[in-house]
């Protein structure tokens, strides 16, 4: 049965949520355990959740001595596998609090649309549910290169929630919804909630995003939610502070209707 409006959400069977870089990392490390307190929240009511987070970068550049995003790919791969060990060991440390164990999945775009690695992510992460372990998935950047060239996390999101199957996706950045046009400029409106088919014209939908240390912006947040509801999934975009209301199902963010 597909959510048919924010209310519905605590009674979601099977959730992603997805949370950029510069939500979690730097200055904003401790909006780690908030998000997870929400998270738990939802596990706790027997939701089955999965994270899926960006910020391995951004986490391992003082590891590497560096100030700021390095430029070339090598060196943003080496601090993403540097980055990605610690981000995991922040998120398992904030989930010990609830006795929740974390099972970290790598996965490409790519591998979600070939059948073989499909069937095998498919058949991992559900036995993970099965076992109540929380599944924390992020782009596997050795192999993979798209989040780091496209700030595409929300794509993975979208074909995360395809393959398992969640009623909800939540997409979770530092804006608290879409807007007709960037939030900053006067006039800017809420969208509150965009129809299934909705092609959102004359809304001016912007391709970068804020923050110093995300790639992501509104417009791959777009089209992933697209995505997500074509497959059956209702679509929450909001502000990481937010994430307790809105798996709670306070009316807030942008909410797209999923298919059918
Ligand atoms: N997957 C990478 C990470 O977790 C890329 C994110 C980015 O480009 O900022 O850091």
């Known amino acids: 049965m597909s959510l048919r409006s924010r209310s519905e959400i605590p009674t979601a069977r099977r959730i992603v949520v997805k949370v950029g870089s510069s939500s979690i990392s730097g200055e904003n490390t401790g909006q780690i355990a908030p998000l997870v307190d929400a998270l738990a929240t939802a596990y706790g009511r027997?939701?089955?959740?999965?994270?899926?987070?960006?910020?391995?970068?951004?986490?391992?550049?003082?590891?590497?001595?560096?100030?700021?995003?390095?430029?070339?790919?090598?060196?943003?791969?080496?601090?993403?596998?540097?980055?990605?060990?610690?981000?995991?060991?922040?998120?398992?440390?904030?989930?010990?609090?609830?006795?929740?164990?974390?099972?970290?999945?790598?996965?490409?775009?790519?591998?979600?649309?070939?059948?073989?690695?499909?069937?095998?992510?498919?058949?991992?992460?559900?036995?993970?549910?099965?076992?109540?372990?929380?599944?924390?998935?992020?782009?596997?950047?050795?192999?993979?290169?798209?989040?780091?060239?496209?700030?595409?996390?929300?794509?993975?999101?979208?074909?995360?929630?395809?393959?398992?199957?969640?009623?909800?996706?939540?997409?979770?950045?530092?804006?608290?919804?879409?807007?007709?046009?960037?939030?900053?400029?006067?006039?800017?409106?809420?969208?509150?909630?965009?129809?299934?088919?909705?092609?959102l014209a004359g809304v001016e939908i912007g391709s970068v995003g804020r923050a110093g240390v995300g790639t992501g912006g509104a417009e791959t947040k777009v089209s992933a939610a697209r995505v997500a509801a074509e497959a059956g999934a209702a679509v929450l975009i909001t502000a990481t502070p937010l994430v307790a209301e809105a798996l709670a199902g306070v009316e807030l963010g942008t909410w797209f209707e999923p298919a059918g």
Request: hydrophobic share 45%; aromatic share 4%.
């Open 46 to 199: 027997g939701t089955e959740v999965v994270l899926v987070s960006s910020g391995a970068i951004a986490t391992g550049m003082p590891y590497l001595r560096l100030d700021a995003r390095p430029s070339d790919l090598a060196t943003q791969q080496a601090a993403a596998s540097v980055g990605q060990n610690l981000l995991m060991v922040r998120y398992q440390d904030a989930l010990d609090r609830y006795d929740i164990v974390a099972g970290q999945v790598l996965l490409t775009a790519g591998d979600l649309e070939n059948d073989t690695p499909r069937v095998n992510a498919q058949r991992a992460i559900d036995r993970l549910l099965a076992l109540r372990i929380l599944p924390i998935v992020n782009e596997n950047d050795t192999v993979a290169t798209h989040e780091i060239r496209f700030g595409d996390n929300d794509r993975l999101a979208a074909l995360v929630a395809e393959l398992i199957g969640a009623d909800l996706l939540v997409l979770l950045s530092d804006v608290d919804a879409l807007y007709t046009k960037p939030p900053h400029l006067p006039g800017a409106e809420r969208i509150a909630r965009v129809a299934f088919g909705d092609e």
